[in-house]
């Protein structure tokens, strides 16, 4: 379906459900609450229907609201504003009931529990919901980043809303990390296979930072996990926005969302569409080594203009069944179709020892990309009355295909300016390739607490991907006038990857003092197949009976919070990372005419052991979150670049004999006063590798050295809806494998204004226009400067749309006429 039959059906769709949500109950305006329960016979435990329920202000006897329970014992109230109340239950032949609860802003859901009627009345203690969303919210154990409060990622993807967050660097291919490490990242808790700049920052509610996830997750999370929690209103009503925005670089980005509750089904519909163009420079300079004497061989300069051109559209629907109070069962479906296009014009030159040229070249690739990825999500969750106890399932399917035509020409011409003979002078390659992906997901989680001190958690997971690539390489042939297959370099690839695991965490709070342990089991088969050469290659873990304790991965996390404003937090983990894809793949893939990388079939697991200090420091407009961490990497799979016998750079990876890292990070949030808001961060870290001797020279690696990051945003708040934002980030030089990267910095600044139901936002990104990748690597074959730019600076202007019905008070449901039985305690 095209995208203009996409956005045709989203407007239809959006225009059936609008009449209903004019007669629907009405959107809560940010911070009521949700508040339900159930009643049941104190004695039989069974559900007590028609019994009346009132919610009262504590001061007085006024009544804020009423009704009647279900024929199952339910009973709810979508729309309470913060405060404190009194609940009073109220039946013939049983005792009045009553309750004190408090509820505040930040809380959307409050569940009174199961409350028992019989001939004595009970009163239990005060119930207090608590919290505020600022920007960002810090715990010791993760940092919660609210994408609605930062104005410069408003109109983008989701890598202008990771640029902001503390701990995350981004490089010129647009792969993230979180501490110098690549992070797994998720979508509402899931795996996914998108990529960040392929989900529009505008359906983002927040992203959570976990550096150090425990073994409730999987253990492949060794890097941490950034887990992206798109919008999905869930209030009675009905809501929804619209955003519209233009920017130099060809620069568009457009979405529709609206959220519908009406009674037992909630239903969400989205679609954006977006594009940007991007005109780059850059360069890449390289001097080959004699490996015994360190002298030049020559030289290799190469200087790139590239067009980098892409376009997205997205659409989601999510659908959410509330069965009762305490059963949801919730739909949803993503679609996400890609365009890439990229043209990249290179200037070559080729030197001799003396710097005199050899030969130069014309080079022209062209790269056409299609993605489309649908996911689909089911999930089922069951709350019970007892406070925290519950458990959900959750089965997600992925299915990935992409389509690729790329096509690399050259012309080489002699220091005279003729072209040189044959294939020499002139070379021209077409290279369609495709991905095509499978991925299934199943997961069910237990949470028990058999104490109101102690909590137990456990759960399953079932994990299935098959990816299957093929890439054809047609030469072509100038006697010909035509392309040849060139068989050696043409592949049909697939594997298999299975993980099941079992995990099971206990934690107990005494005082101030709390813990939590946890063990996590997985077994992992992979197995990678070469259809083309009847070739296949495998790993298993664990390998043996014997070796089965490569397959647990423990974590313990000791709390101890001093007081109100101090807390002080230690926690150790052991994950793993497992060689995929193109890792293992041993046959060549071409990334233009001197550039090749090839996988390693022999490549191991590697497994990490990590560990955290924190200490979090809470007093009235200001926090502090500072955190010391240690992680050694046993067998580091490490990426290795050398020269092959025909002067070409070969990249492949190899295992490591190990990685050393620590670092001290900070994050502080502070608030003046009530309208500035400046979040600041800072990480100074070392790093050191070592690695077997490489396949070309014989020599082995060895790197390390420090460097250190630093954010900073500012948000402002004027009189009239006026806003302002700085937000600036510098990364200084770090150590890699064979090199370092250089120092990278940039700020943005933008403005917005509110005009009641809409807001426009103006942004200038990248002020200094100074966002640009450099690399050097030295080794022994080679020492080389690059530079690479994924975007240009841009400036763009949004405006925002949202609406939806605003109720304070809640109006009672009538009962159903029907009969039913009554419902046993669940």
């Not at 110098?180 to 509610?205: A, F």
């Not at 296009?341 to 001799?352: C, G, S």
């Not at 206990?506 to 992979?526: A, C, D, I, T």
């Not at 041993?586 to 550039?595: A, K, L, R, T, Y």
Request: hydrophobic letters at 35%; one cysteine or more; proline letters at 4%.
């Amino acid at each position: 379906m095209t995208p203009a039959k996409w956005l045709s059906l989203c407007a239809v769709v959006l225009f059936l459900i609008y009449p209903m949500g004019i007669h629907a109950s009405g959107a809560r305006k940010a911070g009521l609450v949700h508040v339900y329960g159930k009643v049941i016979d104190g004695k039989t435990h069974k559900a007590v229907d028609y019994a009346s329920v009132s919610i009262l202000l504590t001061e007085r006897d006024s009544m804020l609201a009423g009704m009647l329970t279900e024929a199952n014992g339910d009973f709810s109230f979508d729309n309470i504003s913060p405060g404190t109340f009194r609940i009073k239950v109220s039946f013939m032949g049983y005792a009045n009931y009553e309750k004190t609860f408090t509820a505040t802003a930040s809380s959307s859901d409050l569940d009174l529990g199961n409350i028992s009627m019989d001939a004595s009345a009970k009163k239990l203690g005060e119930v207090t919901v608590t919290g505020d969303k600022g920007m960002m919210t810090m715990t010791v154990d993760r940092k919660v980043f609210n994408v609605d409060k930062d104005i410069s990622s408003r109109g983008g993807n989701g890598l202008d809303v990771m640029k902001n967050i503390p701990g995350v660097s981004i490089d010129a291919d647009g792969n993230v990390a979180l501490r110098n490490n690549t992070p797994q990242i998720y979508v509402d808790g899931k795996p996914t296979s998108l990529t960040l700049d392929q989900i529009p920052s505008d359906e983002i509610d927040r992203v959570e930072v976990i550096t150090n996830p425990s073994a409730k997750y999987e253990a492949a999370a060794s890097g941490g996990i950034l887990n992206v929690i798109l919008k999905q209103n869930r209030k009675p009503g009905y809501n929804g926005l619209v955003t519209a925005l233009v920017g130099t670089n060809t620069q568009w980005n457009g979405t529709a969302m609206g959220n519908l509750h009406r009674g037992k089904v909630g239903f969400t519909l989205s679609f954006n569409t977006a594009g940007a163009t991007n005109a780059t420079n850059g360069y890449d300079n390289r001097t080959n080594l004699d490996v015994a004497t360190g002298s030049p061989k020559g030289y290799y300069n190469q200087n790139t203009e590239r067009t980098n051109r892409r376009a997205f559209e997205t659409v989601r629907a999510g659908l959410d069944y509330y069965i009762n109070n305490r059963n949801i069962l919730s739909l949803t479906e993503n679609m996400v179709i890609g365009k890439f296009t990229n043209d990249i014009d290179a200037q070559i030159r080729t030197l001799d020892p003396a710097a005199a040229e050899i030969s130069h070249a014309n080079n022209y690739n062209f790269e056409g990309v299609h993605r489309r990825t649908f996911t689909t999500n089911l999930d089922f969750k069951h709350s019970y009355p007892q406070a925290g106890k519950e458990y959900s399932i959750s089965v997600s399917y992925e299915h990935y295909r992409s389509a690729t035509d790329f096509l690399d020409t050259a012309n080489t011409y002699s220091p005279s300016g003729s072209l040189l003979p044959g294939s020499a002078g002139f070379f021209k390659q077409s290279i369609p390739s495709g991905i095509l992906s499978h991925m299934v997901t199943a997961q069910w989680d237990f949470v028990h607490p058999l104490r109101d001190s102690i909590r137990l958690e456990y759960g399953l997971r079932a994990y299935y991907k098959r990816t299957e690539t093929f890439a054809n390489v047609n030469d072509f042939i100038d006697s010909l006038a035509d392309y040849q297959v060139n068989a050696a370099l043409s592949s049909r690839y697939r594997t298999d990857e299975f993980v099941n695991a079992a995990y099971v965490t206990m934690g107990q709070q005494v005082k101030s003092f709390s813990y939590q342990l946890g063990l996590r089991f997985e077994e992992v088969y992979f197995l990678g197949s070469l259809l083309n050469k009847n070739q296949t290659f495998s790993y298993a873990y664990p390998q043996t009976p014997a070796k089965v304790y490569e397959s647990f991965f423990p974590s313990f996390y000791l709390s101890e919070r001093i007081n109100e404003h101090h807390q002080l937090q230690l926690n150790a983990t052991r994950k793993t990372n497992r060689p995929r894809g193109g890792q293992v793949n041993p046959n060549i893939e071409v990334i233009d005419q001197h550039n090749y990388t090839v996988g390693n079939p022999a490549m191991q697991p590697e497994f990490i052991n990590q560990g955290e200090l924190n200490y979090n420091l809470m007093v009235p407009k200001f926090d502090w979150l500072t955190s010391v961490y240690l992680r050694y990497t046993e067998h580091p799979i490490t990426k290795f670049s050398y020269i092959d016998s025909a002067a070409n750079i070969l990249a492949t990876y190899l295992n490591g004999k190990g990685q050393f890292a620590y670092g001290w990070e900070n994050t502080m949030k502070i608030n003046p006063t009530k309208n500035l808001n400046i979040n600041l961060s800072g990480n100074i870290f070392y790093t050191s590798l070592q690695t077997y001797p490489d396949p070309a020279t014989g020599v082995a690696l060895s790197h390390s050295g420090w460097s250190w990051t630093a954010k900073a945003m500012v948000n402002y708040k004027f009189p009239l809806g006026f806003a302002a934002q700085v937000n600036g980030s510098y990364e200084a030089p770090k150590v890699l494998p064979q090199g370092m990267t250089g120092a990278l910095y940039f700020f943005d600044i933008s403005v917005s204004k509110e005009f009641g139901i809409a807001t426009i936002n103006l942004t200038l990104s990248d002020v200094l226009d100074s966002k640009g990748h450099n690399t050097q690597y030295s080794t022994p074959q080679f020492a080389e400067n690059s530079r690479t730019r994924r975007e240009v600076r841009y400036a763009k202007i949004g405006v925002t749309f949202k609406f939806g019905k605003e109720e304070k008070l809640n109006r009672a449901r009538k009962p159903k006429k029907e009969n039913k039985d009554k419902e046993e305690e669940d």
